[in-house]
């Protein structure tokens, strides 16, 4: 085992990108090329995405006040499962996770969502693998901003940040506030090198550095003597 993991207890999933990959289409794609949706006036905006994604507004809010629809929830509920299965584990992910729930690790799975990975988590089976998931428009932050750690870590009072290991694809999102709060991190390469639209991009920062890199999900295994 690398001598940084041996304090490990809980390990951090990043889903998409991480342990799922996808033919990702932007929200405005799929409502407006593949479900013939007509905008009302203004595009819809990262923004808007991510006000969803905080859980500050429902994406059938959003698509009622930008898109002129009979049945916004409908139209939602159609756009999440459009793009769920559009989405794909990556090679090894089933077998890294039973390895991980053998070593009797905790496992958490996080994710920043308009209400996507919720389906994609609901169609793949995922919740079973997990003790505890966290989705950012439940906790009311994305994985960008400190408050979702934070209150992710809220929920092991007795654990400290150093037993925790983050992995992700994203350096803002997934590396830099773990980094900054005390846990390990692996960043792992994105194999279709695509991102959400409202994710904030890298800026490059030595705290979005990793403590480890890897290509593929296997590689978790013997850093941790699996």
């Known amino acids: 085992m690398v001598a940084f993991l041996e304090d490990v207890r809980y390990i951090v999933f990043d889903l998409n990108g991480t342990l799922v990959a996808e033919d990702y289409l932007r929200h405005d794609e799929i409502l407006e090329n593949v479900l013939k949706c007509r905008r009302r006036g203004?595009?819809?905006t990262a923004e808007d995405l991510r006000e969803v994604a905080r859980g500050k507004r429902l994406l059938s809010e959003v698509i009622a006040r930008?898109?002129?629809?009979d049945d916004p929830e409908d139209v939602s509920r159609r756009l999440l499962r459009i793009q769920a299965s559009r989405t794909f584990f990556r090679e090894k992910a089933l077998d890294v996770l039973k390895a991980l729930r053998k070593k009797k690790y905790g496992l958490i799975l996080c994710s920043d969502t308009t209400g996507i990975s919720k389906e994609v988590v609901k169609q793949l089976g995922l919740s079973r693998h997990f003790d505890y998931i966290f989705y950012s428009c439940d906790v009311g932050y994305l994985k960008s901003e400190e408050g979702f750690w934070t209150s992710l870590l809220s929920h092991f009072?007795?654990?400290k940040p150093r037993e925790f290991l983050a992995i992700g694809d994203n350096p803002r999102s997934d590396i830099y506030h773990p980094h900054n709060l005390g846990m390990h991190t692996i960043q792992i390469e994105n194999p279709l090198q695509l991102s959400l639209e409202y994710r904030e991009a890298?800026?490059?920062?030595?705290?979005?550095?990793?403590?480890?890199?890897i290509k593929e999900l296997e590689e978790i295994l013997p850093l941790l003597n699996l």
Do not use: C, M
């Open 42 to 44: 203004r595009r819809l």
């Open 66 to 69: 930008l898109y002129v629809v």
């Open 157 to 159: 009072p007795e654990a």
């Open 202 to 213: 890298s800026t490059n920062s030595y705290e979005e550095e990793p403590e480890y890199r």
